[in-house]
């Protein structure tokens, strides 16, 4: 990725509204003893429940066919479960609610191509805008400004297939961001990513939980990712087996293991080091490691 497709501070900012009190905020997702089978017999989602408050950055960890995607695509009607109750935003989940539910939710998947259906970058942040009857003037308004803040306004004109990996995932933020969702479910949307690109939507969407103004679901198996959330549900076997904050996680081996997920390599670095008898006070931000390693310089 060069110089001009880096995000920085600059170019993603001003999302527009105040920062909020997560612990008093209220809920935007409520499931209740949710199962969910695709053949009828074999139950991919196992009575889960758990709620999530508006503002809150939720991960949703596991191991490949713990139930991860199948639970994202029972939070907009992309799939209805079997038994159960589903909440978004204070709409019970059911076929008279879907218009509204989508208006409040939005996702982005893990293979950004999908999710193009225009022929230049413009056309593609427009599309959803077009969904919403919003009129021309506001719908222009929010193609430019959200492509600025994600960076790609000077590719409006481009089509798709000129975009390198980590501008389609930007694209494909902005698109779903310009719609205004009140919540944002990324179903793997790093794992195509480089190193770079990867650490360039991570700190997107710090930016974004340290608004408020969205509520986040990430489903990943990216340690970082993690890391950066609030709070992990952790999946097996179409169940939610813990819910921790990312510190407890890769404190926890045998959690881990279950997950599937390596700890971040600052955490295997700080750890290392005290196998070595170089005792650390804390180790759970890169910089204090960052610090201490250069005591020793």
């Known amino acids: 990725m060069g110089r001009q497709e880096q995000c920085n501070r600059k170019q ?25 089978s695709y053949d009828g017999q074999t139950e ?7 709620t999530v408050n508006q503002g809150q950055w ?40 879907l218009a509204a539910i989508r208006r409040k939710i939005g996702m982005v998947f893990q293979n950004p191509d999908n999710q193009f259906v225009g022929s230049t970058v413009e056309e593609d942040i427009a599309f959803g805008l077009e969904g919403l009857r919003m009129s021309r003037k506001e719908m222009w308004e929010r193609i430019h400004r959200y492509a600025e803040q994600f960076g790609v306004g000077h ?14 995932q930007r694209v494909a933020l902005a698109s779903v961001l310009a719609m205004e969702p009140e919540i944002v479910v990324l179903d793997e949307a790093s794992s195509m990513l480089d190193e770079q690109a990867r650490g360039d939507l991570i700190r997107i969407l710090k930016q974004m939980h340290e608004q408020g103004r969205y509520t986040i679901l990430s489903i990943t198996h990216d340690a970082d990712e993690i890391k950066a959330s609030e709070r992990v549900l952790v999946m097996r076997a179409g169940e939610v087996i813990a819910d921790v904050s990312p510190s407890e996680l890769f404190a926890d081996k045998e959690l881990m293991s279950q997950s599937s997920l390596e700890a971040p390599f600052s955490q295997k670095l700080a750890e290392e080091l005290k196998s070595r008898g170089l005792m ?18």
Do not use: C
């Open 155 to 168: 590719l409006l004109s481009k089509h798709p297939s000129e975009l390198s990996g980590g501008q389609k």
């Open 280 to 297: 650390l006070e804390r180790s759970g931000h890169e910089r204090e490691l960052v610090n201490f390693l250069w005591s020793f310089n």
């Open 44 to 50: 991919n989602i196992r009575s889960v429940s758990f």
């Open 12 to 36: 993603v900012k001003d999302f527009a509204s105040e920062p909020i009190d997560r612990m008093q905020a209220p809920s935007v997702l409520k499931l209740k003893d949710v199962s969910f």
């Open 58 to 97: 939720v991960s949703i960890a596991g191991s490949n066919g713990s139930g991860k995607s199948t639970l994202s695509r029972l939070l907009n009607g992309l799939l209805f479960p079997n038994e159960g109750y589903v909440e978004v935003a204070g709409l019970e989940l059911v076929p008279e609610h």
